[in-house]
């Protein structure tokens, strides 16, 4: 035998025992054969069932939020420094797009407080530009670094809070990412596999948990407008009006103060717990300095009462009854789930943005199932009738054919397990291109020895001669495949992409198997004798 | 065994009838597509909402237009032949509609088909954690208790046994055939869950917005991909070459989305996948005839095109056969295995294959003639081309020599 056969046989086997290394590791029984296939090929949600959730983050939530503090704070330092203005307002961007075109307007400022005025602003609050409209009036306009930086902090913040909920609930091979595609920079994509029912997630998502502490000034009512008219239809000022949750068709109103004593943020941890005669309840611990503040509060406070608000709506209304120092308690869930739910959104915290979700996919374990076993078993059909066909009408030459298309869907399955991609249903459709590609490839060159053995060639010559003028076709035909899936992958979406990769791995595989191992085998059986005369072809 | 062996068949002389058959073909796609008003979009693409529902008896679809009449707008239902499994959906257009559509369809389904529950855990809901929790308890008041690994592993049985019959037990009773499932314990299944007679197997939701950028983008891909394979077999070949082949491909993609539109399918995600295949199968078909005719033009330099061109089409037939034939095998398995997900992917790639193949030597290779014979009689030569022609439109042709012609 020829010693560049030889290596080329050996770089064959080295390559197949790589693949199959990848594919299934090194098993030492069927379970971890099974287990180790499972661990090395990924596959995609519509595969292996789960949810997939795109959302728009309403960046103009938090964009309203700034601007809200912006103001509360421009007032404070402009009553310190004895500037007058009669109004001080915000527009509403409502769109997701307007989100950068926040203003303040600020009304009425005296002419000869302008200066002093421009200061304040220009010195506090360097995230603005100024725009004086006329002598009295000014408008805030958000600086683009300001807004740019705003934007990527309140994703930031968003895709952690998604993330500390969703591994709350214990779903840990969850994934919270950027979509990613270039005008849509406000997208996030959430899979969650394994999940069949989103409602549970997205409740818990929507639920923005902003806990409060507040003081109770006046109360219960029983409506709004008891409420109002008890205060001559005005509010006392630094107090809101807030209602209790529904229980049994009965809700009271109660006037709390409008600056809670502890908020969302000072809380450290919470968890449910079951309290007295079973009942569920939601167990918070506040931070040490917060700790401090609620003690001096509580101590002041001995026999008032105090409202504990959960997204504006007063979950209880206890009386103090004691010095509390770093830990409350929320009573009143109906079920464990529901105590939970309370604690985890309490120890996760509130999106800083709303979100809208633009597309959501569930792919229920059966259906994923489903798909698995038909394309397994379409595949398999497929493949079956493709040998069958290729070993009668190419006899012994249909053996050498059949050994590289399986080679070639080892390597691509290999490939797709290296490089930790994942296997979804247009992956598939690329696979079953690639098998119709290996196919041609192999018949392709044996066409063309058929045609050299009939011009006369010998055959080893017509063997040579079928591979070298096939070369140049396959060539162009895959380069040209490939060429096109750059494009796919470039400008094409998820599934798009997906098939595009899956496509080139199989044909730079293909271009091994039917070119190189095809005609190393080739090579092999005619090295052995001496005189050629007759190819099984 | 050969099945073409040394053919040769006029096809270039009869392309008449089929560039006829093609242009018959085009047209009644496009009137389709245009009587349709354009393709018909799945949700992917026009934004909507979409349920799998499995039904153990399955209701009539006017049962299930009245349990979700006046909950959901613009409802469609669609039964799947030979499965026991229905799309119900809706193609509401309204950002807020749609955060809660999917949610609306399945708690009104669940309400009008769903079946008594008298306090009892739905098994065909749910996953095995929350089976197991339900499950424990009353397993130890029946004098079975079971450690938390146990349980979960007799919950994920049950769940395995659902997965792999369409979501759905439909009797308590089958459960008896699921390993370890003793009847004692199936008695305690029995007392604390009941099989709703309707299983949700997916939900898919798409925005408006959504919808219509994976369209833009879609079409852009495919845009630039013909682009780009234009441009390389210009590099490879000759600039006709590239708009032969994109126009044969341009061909067979119109005529696929008017048998689509004929049949009246959907095209969804996936669906486009299969289009680009077949963008791939008839591209391969096509440049292997082009590197024949090229090759050909090399060692037969005293041959006019088109015989020329006929016997490149000849040589390169029983490949062409072949290749279509078993690819078209594998789409054809997968149409008829391949189930419902994938169905309207392999009837895309079942025409695909067949118009592709036909493409590449009854449109392909004819426009390369055409475009030669125009070149011609703007020389004010005859229309055809003679066997004295000084320049045949192949590539980098140097002095023509008679070169023995090889058989």
Redesign the interface.
Known sequence: MKRNIKIKIGIIVAVVLICIYGIIGLPKSKDELVANWKKNIHLGL?LSGGTQL?MAVQLQDAFKAFADNTIERLKEELKKDNVDYVTMDRNDPNKLEDADKIQVDIKGVPVGKGSAFRSVVSDRFPEWTLLAVNSNDYRLNIKTTEALKLKHDTMTQTMGTIERKINGLGLTESSVQPTG?SD?EAELLVQLP?V??P?HVKQLLQTQAVLEWDEVKDGPFATREEALAKHGGVLPLGTKLAPTVPRGGQQSWYLISRSPVVRGTDIRDAHATQGELNHWETNFVLTQEAAKRFERYTEANINNRAAIVVDNQIISAPTIQSRISDTGRITGAATQEEAADLALNLRAGSLPASV????????????G???I???F???I???I??TL??L??YRRSGINATLALFLNAVILIAALAYAGATLT??GI??I??T???A??SN??VF?RI??EL??GKAVIAAVDAGFS?AL??II??H???V??????F????G??KG?AVT?VIGLIANIFTAVFVSKTIFDFELSGKRQVTALSI | ???FK?TNFDFLGKKWPFIGLSLVLTAAGLVSLAVRGGPRYGIDFKGGALV?V?FAQRPSVEQVRAALSGKIPALEVQELSGKPEDLIGTDVQD?RA??TA??TIVDSLMTAFGGQANGKYNIN???ANELAEKLRDPLAAANVPMSQQLLLELATKI?DY???????IRNLDELSSVPGLSPPILNVVKQVTYPAPI?????????P??GA??QR??I???L??????L???AF?FEWIYGVAAVIAVFHDTIITLGLFSLFNKEIS??V???L??L???S??DT??TF??IR?NLKIMRREALEPLVNKSVN??L??TV??SG??L???L??F???????NG??FA?VCGIIVGTYSSVFVASPILIFWHNFLESRKGRPAVATPSAPKVNGPKEGVRRGTAK??
């Open positions: 519509d795109v595609r849509a394994g069949g029912d409602a809208i979700y633009q597309e959501e996919r569930t792919v229920g374990p059966s259906l199932a489903d798909s076993r038909e394309g078993r379409a595949g059909a497929g493949l009738a493709v066909f290729m009668f009408y249903l247009p459709a690329g079953i291109l098998i119709g590609m196919v041609d018949v392709l066409e058929r045609e009939r011009a003028k140049l076709t162009d035909t380069v040209t495949t060429v096109s899936c750059a494009f796919l470039i400008f094409g979406t599934p798009v098939f496509l | 065994m050969e099945l040394n799998h499995t950002d749609l955060q999917s949610q809901a749910g996953d769940t659902r997965k792999y019959h369409s979501g759905l299983a949700i197997n997916g939900t898919e939701v798409v925005g917005k959504i950028e994976l983008k879609a852009l891909a495919v630039y991909a013909l682009g780009g394979m441009v390389y077999i490879r995600l996936t486009v996948a299969a680009l295949t963008v791939g199968y591209m391969n440049i292997v590197d024949r090759e040589q390169t029983s490949r072949l290749t078993l690819t095998l594998t789409a398995a997968l008829l295995f391949g189930g419902q997900v994938l992917f392999s790639l090889v058989k």
